[in-house]
């Protein structure tokens, strides 16, 4: 049962694997890449695929996608690419419009799960691993800009995965291809937390934890899969929704043994591991499923609040069935785009 835990990354292109993952794994979600099709017809017949093999498994999967706008992009190449949320944040209406825009396409396209948005401070330049992807240089200004956006997926029942807790911008490191190591935690619980503790307050469904070494907080061991970190959003600020990893295939965490990372968070009380798909992650499953350490009563409550985001958000496996105008979502991109 553990399997519906997993958020697999389709880094493939081959149906075989992506069926496999379904029907005989039955993984709890798939995320998309913009390597998975060439336009949005392919983009539409893949997630109708996704659909059908998982309805006829008798369970319902969760499709997400990273979808920021600018430099994390992945829609097809039909839609004009919006500019960062950086960008519009002195004008509340045009975030707003910002994350309107992006919930339309992927509730249309019946993607539920969109990991974003970003409630990391910007403290670096723009090409920082999260620079202009923020919503702010502030933590209040970061505060103000997100919340509304938040809301305007909710309203498409789309469920928005904040990120990366307890916040990257109080590193330089990149995060994709090293584990920062932050020292000093004054300023990180002073400022970089409150964005997740008021989205929390406001009852955010997800939270994605970053991959950060805090000595003071999660000891040697990275933050996305410590049980320090679980306790603290359970303990610290009374969060009882899911939890997630970010993706294990990233920076020094790829080299590791990926089952035994799975493992780790798993009986550290994640409740969804984020893993792009790699060779031996078949065989990885396979050797968990004989495993008589895991932690049988995470499963069960994973599960259990699997279930309830399915429920809230009104999830199915009804296959794309509104035609989506797509020069109709280009003119809003354009008008504002150009607003800037």
Known sequence: MFERMLFVGLNTTDKNIIKKLIKEYHVGGVILY??????????????????????????????????????????????????????????????????????????????????????DIKRFPDNHAIGDRCFGASANEVIQNTLPYIEEFKKENVIPVIKHFPGHGATKTNSHYLIPVIWRTKRLFKEDILPFTKAIDSGIDAVMIGHFIIPQFSLLKPTSISAKTVKYLRNNLHYSNIIMTDDLMMGPLKLANKAKLIKTAINNGINMVMIKYYD?????????????????????SSIQLIDNLIIKYHITNDLVSDSLNIDEINRRINKLNNSI
Not at 83 to 96: D, E, G, Q, V, W
Not at 281 to 290: A, C, E, N, S, T
Request: charged share 20%; proline share 3%; glycine share 2%.
């Open 34 to 119: 913009s390597k998975n099709y060439h336009n949005y017809q392919e983009m539409i017949c893949l997630i109708n695929q996704i659909h059908t093999w998982a309805e006829e498994e008798h369970y319902t999967l969760l499709i997400g996608i990273d979808e920021e706008g600018y430099r994390v992009n992945r829609l097809p190449k039909e839609f004009v690419n919006l500019k960062s949320p950086f960008a519009f944040r002195h004008n509340l209406n045009s975030i707003t419009e910002h994350a309107s825009i992006i919930a339309h396409i992927l509730a249309k396209s019946t993607i539920h799960v969109n990991f974003a948005p970003v409630l």
């Open 280 to 300: 031996n992650l078949f065989f990885d499953i396979d050797k968990l499923r004989k495993c008589q350490t895991l932690n049988k009563t995470n499963i069960t």
